[in-house]
């Protein structure tokens, strides 16, 4: 695939953007932070870097690395150890088979830590394995404040993080299609005896633009909760770490961080345009975007952005106009923000009358992979 950076700087679109400002909420937590979930630009911060106890929101690094198993079916056995372990628990019973899906929503809705521990031994072994694997994912994702000891975040004074480390954590998990869905359930039944389950996460009820994500309690750490929201395009990530009024700090931050940050449109849909070259074509293919290209608006001022090709090599003649051949990334802070399909404006008519070798060579050989 053919690739081509192109800069676009803020200049380009501000008269389409319009400046807002809100001020700074108080919140209770000792700690917390939101940060835009793709490009993890920070919004707002409250001693964001404090090294801290996260209790159960330990849970969500424990199910994107799960997650990454995939297998989602795969029946689980439930050991002593399991069955016995401390703190909040569903009450699942040693020796009994449960599928990884309904353990993940008992984790991450109702805060198992019995199914959290049996999703660790299972995968791995024993939860220290697992645990060595949520230690990598953190390194991984640049998280050196963060260190796990555990997989469900019982007090350990080895197991720690911080608002802006956990943000990215979340962040990161929130972009697996499984976790999503499950952070974001109301409610579920599971195939478990048929147990209705509802989600802990007050948010999703009270907060309009609530999708997810996990809430935490022990004495040491006090209220913990990471939320995430979307709105208009936007998807936000918020984190508290001991906050005794951690509901109203998260709808406070959410609204926040919303009245500062929009998608914004830097190039109509069908305003650009790339060629790739043609075999037996009469001429280039001309690919426009089928989208429009948007980038991101801070406090009224539009980002910087990269848009990144992925091209073909070559496009085969005869091609239909509105045919997609690659597409574009929009990155901001380094991640991308979007993507944008390309397609032909025009068909490439085939050409007839002399080839050269290579023409005929290729001609042939895509006449061979269509067979």
Not at 195 to 209: G, I, Q, R, T
């Amino acid at each position: 695939m053919k690739k081509l950076i192109i800069c676009v700087t803020a200049a380009l679109m501000l008269a389409n953007c319009n400046v807002r400002t809100a001020a700074e909420p108080e919140i209770s937590a000792k700690s917390g932070i939101v940060i835009e979930c793709k490009t993890g630009i920070i919004l707002y911060e409250k001693n964001a870097e404090e090294i801290l106890p996260m209790a159960s929101t330990t849970k969500l690094m424990t199910a994107l690395v799960a997650a990454e198993f995939g297998n989602f079916g795969r029946m689980m056995t439930v050991s002593e150890a399991a069955a016995a372990v401390d703190g909040s628990q569903m009450g699942i019973l040693a020796e009994q088979t449960i599928s990884f899906s309904d353990l993940l929503y008992m984790m991450l809705l109702k805060s198992g830590n019995d199914a959290a521990t049996v999703i660790a031994e299972n995968l791995c072994g024993s939860t220290e394995k697992f645990v060595e694997l949520m230690n990598e994912k953190a390194l991984e994702l640049g998280c050196t404040n963060t260190h796990f000891a555990n997989v469900h975040g019982l007090p350990n004074e080895d197991h720690y993080t911080t608002a802006k480390e956990l943000a990215l954590i979340a962040a990161e998990a929130y972009k697996n299609e499984t976790v999503r869905e499950i952070v974001s359930s109301k409610t579920k039944k599971l195939d478990y005896f048929s147990l209705v389950l509802e989600n802990s996460n007050k948010l999703l009820d009270s907060y309009e633009y609530a999708t997810g994500m996990k809430t935490g309690f022990t004495k040491a750490a006090g209220r913990c909760l990471v939320s995430s929201a979307e709105k208009d395009g936007i998807t936000l990530i918020a984190v508290t770490l001991n906050a005794p009024d951690d509901w109203n700090d998260h709808e406070k931050m959410l609204d926040y961080g919303f009245s500062r940050v929009k998608v914004c449109e830097i190039t109509a849909q069908g305003q650009y345009s790339a060629e790739v070259p043609t075999l037996n074509g009469e001429s280039k293919a001309k690919l426009i975007n089928t989208q429009p290209i948007k980038g991101l608006e801070i406090d009224g001022t539009l980002l910087p952005a990269e848009i990144e090709e992925a091209l073909p090599k070559m496009i085969f003649a005869p091609a239909e106009a509105g045919k997609t051949y690659g597409e574009l990334k929009i990155k901001v802070n380094g991640k991308v923000f979007s993507s944008v399909p390309l397609a032909l404006a025009e068909t490439v008519i085939e050409k007839y009358g002399e080839q050269t070798f290579a023409e005929r060579f290729w001609q042939n050989f895509r006449k061979i992979l269509l067979i």
